[in-house]
């Protein structure tokens, strides 16, 4: 037996692999415009808070001389680069095993239809974060609301088919436009301007979201270091 009990337990121990921050999820965005719909619905982009509360590195984070829309935005980096190369992957495969017609897709549009829904799925994320920084569990209402996106969005089924009352309810989510216009411009090679109301009902979120988010989270931020449970995890 050794000496010291609780050396050989530590060194036998298995350390546990620390979690990935959570990526972000507009793939399925993109993917769905030419592939049958996976059964998880696209997760709005979030800032990644979780691992630095992990970590312990968020408070080091806040007291720098970076503003909060800053900090934000630099933790969104990885999910957007990851998610980007994951659409890439998508598109190839579509193109080498469906023979996806890219030739004729209208470039700019999508890449304009995918900026404005990033804007507009941001603050739907800062907000979701602000939730699981204040409560620590998991944002009930975030996944109303993506099981909503996921049958009213026009993910599993066209919009045209609901019930008048379910597609004015879905002309409430940000997917809807979304969805919409990545399949029109990728799909139907239609010009920028058939695409501006989609482009104009995501630009209204994204002015309506962002805003409210950054509220949002900064008050978050305030009640958690009163409490003192901004590292607490």
Not at 149 to 159: K, Q, R
């Amino acid at each position: 037996p050794s000496p010291f009990p609780h050396s050989s337990t530590a060194a036998t121990r298995p350390a546990a692999a620390p979690r990935a921050p959570p990526a972000l999820s507009l793939s399925p965005c993109l993917a769905h415009c030419f592939s049958p719909p996976p059964p998880a619905a696209p997760t709005p982009p979030a800032p990644t808070t979780t691992a630095p509360r992990r970590y312990r590195t968020l408070e080091a984070l806040l007291v720098t001389e970076a503003s909060l829309p800053v900090i934000l935005a630099g933790s969104a980096i990885y999910p957007f680069v990851l998610t980007s190369l994951r659409t890439a992957v998508y598109l190839v495969w579509g193109v080498i095993l469906f023979h996806l017609p890219l030739a004729s897709a209208d470039w700019p549009g999508a890449l304009l239809i995918l900026l404005f829904s990033i804007l507009a799925f941001t603050g739907l994320g800062i907000i979701s974060a602000s939730y699981q920084m204040l409560f620590k569990r998991g944002n009930p209402a975030k996944w109303i609301f993506l099981g909503l996106s996921a049958l009213l969005g026009g993910m599993m089924y066209p919009v045209r088919v609901l019930p008048p009352a379910l597609r004015l309810l879905a002309r409430l989510i940000p997917l809807t436009y979304s969805l919409e216009g990545m399949r029109a411009a990728l799909l139907g090679g239609v010009g920028i301007g058939r695409l501006w109301p989609q482009i104009v009902a995501l630009g209204i979120f994204a002015v309506i979201l962002l805003p409210l988010s950054f509220v949002v989270f900064a008050w978050a931020l305030r009640r958690t270091k009163i409490n003192g449970t901004l590292t607490h995890f």
